[in-house]
């Protein structure tokens, strides 16, 4: 069993800047990429970020890119989002996510394990 554990969020104005935790636990004994998704009011979850398990290759939309970064710290079992430039329109529950498949279990699939998510607020 793998656990994902989120920290990091909260209220933030509009151009401010946020940096979200992802710490992974339990049976992690195999390479796993990394993901962060979101879920607004009223929408549905959507991908934001990835990262492969070497770091080396990153993905993001494009509504976030140039304001997020991804990165992670294996040696901490651990990766993170930063966010900056914050928008209201960000406003969301961020979620983390792993899986052993970089493209087909995070950019373009369903990750297997996920986190419980953390409350992300921007205000304008």
């Known amino acids: 069993q793998v656990q994902l554990v989120e920290s990091g969020g909260g209220l933030v104005q509009a151009g401010g800047s946020l940096r979200l935790s992802c710490v992974v636990s339990g049976r992690t004994d195999f390479r796993y990429a990394m993901g962060w998704f979101r879920q607004g009011p009223g929408q549905e979850r959507e991908f934001v970020a990835a990262?492969?398990?070497?770091?080396?290759?990153?993905s993001s939309i494009d509504s976030v890119r140039g304001r997020f970064t991804i990165s992670r710290d294996n040696a901490k079992n651990t990766g993170y989002l930063q966010m900056n430039s914050l928008k209201p329109e960000d406003t969301a529950v961020y979620y983390c996510?792993?899986?052993?498949?970089?493209?087909?279990?995070?950019?373009?699939?369903?990750?297997?394990?996920w986190g419980q998510g953390t409350q992300v607020t921007v205000s304008s």
């Open positions: 996510a792993a899986d052993r498949n970089y493209r087909s279990g995070i950019v373009n699939g369903t990750p297997a394990f």
């Open positions: 990262i492969t398990w070497t770091g080396a290759t990153t």
